[in-house]
């Protein structure tokens, strides 16, 4: 019941990556996490093309109808493939760290399956990203015991160095992304969603 179920999140999110492809503006094609600017050119020189990223979130905030979470800090960490549209990259380390509900009171966010993250350019130095198979659990006694996997697309924002006044070096993240329960079928989950933002610890760009 559980496989069958997560299956159909799997297909769900494979889904809304063909939908990004298909809704996304003319520039949208081959996307490449980029360690430089290249100059302002669009596009990305294979020796500088990433195969991994690793990002530190502050503060994000999970929300239920039964009370939010937050945790102080989160990580994630990812191997990513070459050249494609959309970018692929496996999951190596996504975990959660300090969560408390509104009143103080100490819970858990705990990574059950590492999945993918699709990465798709759709304008200069943006795009957007949808999960695959991503799922964890929150705890936080006694309002909530319940598995989730983000459903939807979020932003992929590419470094603002080094324009003037810019200080990010560029990420992912999303407000209120929905969050769909993983459970088993026979546990009640309350609805959810995400908000939060996942900056590079080293500046990133998004090219083709």
Same mark, same amino acid.
């Given at each position: 019941?559980?496989?069958?179920?997560?299956? /159909?999140?799997?297909?769900?999110?494979?889904?809304?990556?063909?939908?990004?492809?298909?809704?996304?503006?003319?520039?949208?094609?081959?996307?490449?996490?980029?360690?430089?600017?290249?100059?302002?050119?669009?596009?990305?020189?294979?020796?500088?093309?990433?195969?991994?990223?690793?990002?530190?979130?502050?503060?994000?905030?999970?929300?239920?109808?039964?009370?939010?979470?937050?945790?102080?800090?989160?990580?994630?960490?990812?191997?990513?493939?070459?050249?494609?549209?959309?970018?692929?990259?496996?999951?190596?380390?996504?975990?959660?760290?300090?969560?408390?509900?509104?009143?103080?009171?100490?819970?858990?966010?705990?990574?059950?399956?590492?999945?993918?993250?699709?990465?798709?350019?759709?304008?200069?130095?943006?795009?957007?990203?949808?999960?695959?198979?991503?799922?964890?659990?929150?705890?936080?006694?006694?309002?909530?015991?319940?598995?989730?996997?983000?459903?939807?697309?979020?932003?992929?924002?590419?470094?603002?160095?080094?324009?003037?006044?810019?200080?990010?070096?560029?990420?992912?993240? /999303?407000?209120?992304?929905?969050?769909?329960?993983?459970?088993?079928?026979?546990?009640?989950?309350?609805?959810?969603?995400?908000?939060?933002?996942?900056?590079?610890?080293?500046?990133?760009?998004?090219?083709?």
């Amino acid at each position: 019941m559980r496989l069958t179920k997560v299956f /159909g999140l799997t297909v769900i999110t494979a889904v809304a990556a063909m939908a990004l492809i298909g809704a996304a503006p003319a520039i949208a094609g081959n996307t490449a996490l980029c360690s430089t600017n290249n100059g302002g050119l669009l596009t990305c020189p294979i020796e500088k093309q990433v195969t991994s990223f690793h990002s530190v979130a502050l503060n994000s905030g999970f929300l239920t109808t039964v009370g939010n979470v937050t945790c102080k800090e989160a990580l994630a960490e990812g191997s990513v493939l070459g050249l494609a549209a959309p970018q692929i990259s496996h999951l190596t380390k996504f975990n959660w760290t300090g969560c408390t509900n509104s009143l103080g009171g100490a819970c858990t966010v705990t990574t059950i399956k590492l999945g993918l993250i699709l990465f798709l350019k759709t304008a200069v130095n943006l795009g957007a990203i949808v999960y695959d198979n991503l799922i964890f659990r929150i705890v936080c006694a006694p309002f909530i015991d319940c598995e989730y996997t983000p459903v939807g697309a979020a932003h992929l924002l590419g470094s603002s160095l080094p324009l003037l006044g810019g200080e990010s070096n560029g990420g992912f993240g /999303g407000t209120k992304l929905t969050l769909a329960p993983a459970s088993p079928l026979d546990v009640p989950c309350p609805e959810g969603s995400w908000d939060y933002f996942y900056e590079s610890l080293t500046p990133l760009w998004v090219k083709t």
